[in-house]
């Protein structure tokens, strides 16, 4: 029998795979359609492809990795049908989210937006792809967190990964900044305590993502993608 020790080790790694390869998919160095080579993430991350193959499974019960039988693991591809669905339930959650948070958002949660906001401006002034891409999901997740509801900041970071396979795969500068000048609205209505007006540019800013989706796999090097 394994010992405990040994146990909460495999399982610590099993995450830390995991953990990277969703993080890659997130800031779109892992595209969709890219095979995970078992053996090639466990030269990687130095483990057994026993663990590899627990991460991978982890992230197929997620959606984010398909398992094909006899052809191995692949980053998941989702159908048109899948990213409305995904969209729509973010439309339905955060929605709901903007209306509570702008009637109990304090100056401390606003100052703490505006220094995310202030992040987001820099990085996309530096074509920095795989920063922006990080932080304008973030926005996501941060106004989550300050409901202090954790259940559902898990519930939107689990749908932010999806939404990053089926969002652009390379965004533009221009995509890029009218995201964030859109996240720059948002906040200026949830200081003025105006949920009406959050929830409506919230809707506009994803029906505007949604409308640029875009899916077009390519190969990605593992070793490159996962590097740390």
Same mark, same amino acid.
């Not at 949660?109 to 990085?123: D, N, S, T, V, W």
């Not at 533009?172 to 900044?177: E, I, K, L, P």
């Not at 200026?188 to 007006?197: Q, T």
């Given at each position: 029998?394994?010992?405990p020790?040994?146990?909460?080790?495999?399982?610590?790694?099993?995450?830390?795979i995991?953990?990277?390869?969703?993080?890659?998919?997130?800031?779109?160095?892992?595209?969709?359609?890219?095979?995970?080579?078992?053996?090639?993430?466990a030269?990687?991350?130095?483990?057994?492809?026993?663990?590899?193959?627990?991460?991978?499974?982890?992230?197929?019960?997620?959606?984010?990795?398909?398992?094909?039988?006899?052809?191995?693991?692949?980053?998941?591809?989702? =159908?048109?049908?899948?990213?409305? &669905?995904?969209? $729509? /339930?973010?439309?339905? @959650?955060? *929605?709901? #989210? +903007? !209306? %509570?948070?702008?009637k109990?958002?304090?100056?401390?949660?606003?100052?703490?937006?505006?220094?995310?906001?202030?992040?987001?401006?820099?990085?996309?002034?530096?074509?920095?792809?795989?920063?922006?891409?990080?932080?304008?999901?973030?926005?996501? =997740?941060?106004?989550?967190?300050? &409901?202090?509801? $954790? /259940?559902?900041?898990? @519930?939107l *970071?689990? #749908? +932010? !990964? %999806?939404?990053?396979?089926?969002?652009?795969?390379?965004?533009?500068?221009?995509?890029?900044?009218?995201?964030?000048?859109?996240?720059?609205?948002?906040?200026?209505?949830?200081?003025?305590?105006?949920?009406?007006?959050a929830?409506?540019?919230?809707?506009?800013?994803?029906g505007?993502?949604?409308?640029?989706?875009?899916?077009?796999?390519?190969?990605?090097? +593992?070793?490159?993608?996962?590097?740390?």
């Amino acid at each position: 029998m394994p010992s405990p020790a040994s146990v909460a080790e495999s399982g610590s790694t099993t995450e830390r795979i995991v953990d990277a390869i969703t993080q890659a998919i997130v800031e779109r160095r892992l595209m969709p359609g890219t095979k995970l080579a078992e053996q090639k993430i466990a030269d990687i991350f130095q483990v057994s492809r026993t663990l590899v193959r627990q991460a991978l499974n982890q992230l197929s019960r997620d959606r984010l990795v398909t398992l094909e039988p006899a052809r191995g693991a692949f980053v998941a591809q989702p =159908s048109v049908d899948e990213a409305r &669905q995904v969209f $729509e /339930v973010r439309q339905m @959650l955060e *929605a709901a #989210l +903007l !209306s %509570r948070l702008a009637k109990s958002i304090t100056p401390a949660q606003i100052a703490e937006l505006r220094a995310h906001l202030k992040a987001e401006r820099a990085a996309v002034a530096r074509t920095d792809v795989t920063g922006r891409t990080r932080l304008l999901a973030d926005f996501h =997740s941060l106004l989550a967190r300050m &409901q202090g509801n $954790e /259940v559902l900041a898990q @519930l939107l *970071a689990d #749908l +932010l !990964s %999806r939404s990053s396979l089926i969002s652009l795969m390379y965004q533009s500068s221009h995509s890029a900044a009218e995201s964030q000048a859109e996240h720059e609205a948002i906040v200026d209505a949830l200081e003025a305590g105006d949920a009406r007006a959050a929830q409506r540019l919230m809707a506009a800013h994803l029906g505007h993502v949604e409308a640029n989706l875009r899916l077009h796999p390519r190969v990605q090097d +593992l070793a490159l993608a996962l590097k740390p």
